[in-house]
């Protein structure tokens, strides 16, 4: 009997201390559970405090190179601007250049056509003073009259000076305002 008790009394132990085992074994598997999620919890707390911490870190990063981005966008606008406006200016002068050779050549060719029209006036006067002065010499040819025309620049700078002079036969010369537009002296008869 007492064997019996005895081995009653083991299996009750071991049946208590298998079941204080087991509910031992339950807290640690549980505590356990616990802290892996603690530390799960942890992870990742610290993962996207970290992932934040570097995306931080990128949009400065990021920041700070548009901005150097721009900057330099800046300078190269201005750089082109400035060439731009350099080429425009210049490309103006040359305009201006060009027009003002173009009205130098245009008052030249028309200074041109002037002094020929002048001319050509000035000879038609000139030939039609001829003409009269030898109508005018033929007409007192009887009287055997000497005229003498007289160049003076000084009295009129285009054309000559207006002085008739006549030798009257008796040796005296009188003069009378007549145009006169050949140079040197010539005597007609």
């Known amino acids: 009997i007492g064997a019996s008790i005895l081995n009653q009394e083991e299996k009750y132990q071991e049946a208590v201390l298998k079941e204080s085992i087991e509910k031992a074994e339950a807290k640690v598997w549980e505590k356990a559970k616990e802290l892996q999620e603690q530390a799960v919890d942890k ?6 405090a970290r992932h934040a911490f570097e995306i931080r870190v990128l949009e ?36 201006m250049v060009h027009r003002i050779q173009r009205l130098m050549m245009e008052c030249h060719r028309e200074k041109l056509e002037a002094v020929k029209k002048a001319r050509e006036e000035e000879r038609e006067i000139v030939q039609k003073a001829v003409e009269e002065q030898k109508r005018y010499a033929r007409e007192h040819e009887p009287h055997e009259q000497h005229i003498l025309y007289h160049f003076n620049s000084s009295s009129h700078p285009k054309i000559g000076s207006k002085c008739f002079q006549e030798r009257a036969p008796n040796g005296e010369i009188s003069s009378t305002d007549v145009p006169c537009f050949l140079t040197g002296t010539v005597r007609l008869r």
Do not use: C, G, T
């Open 43 to 48: 992870a990742l707390q610290d993962a996207q």
């Open 60 to 95: 400065e990063q990021h920041k700070r190179d548009l901005k150097a981005v721009e900057e330099k966008a800046k300078i190269q606008m201005f750089q082109n601007m400035d060439e731009e406006l350099k080429r425009e200016h210049s490309a103006a002068e040359q305009r």
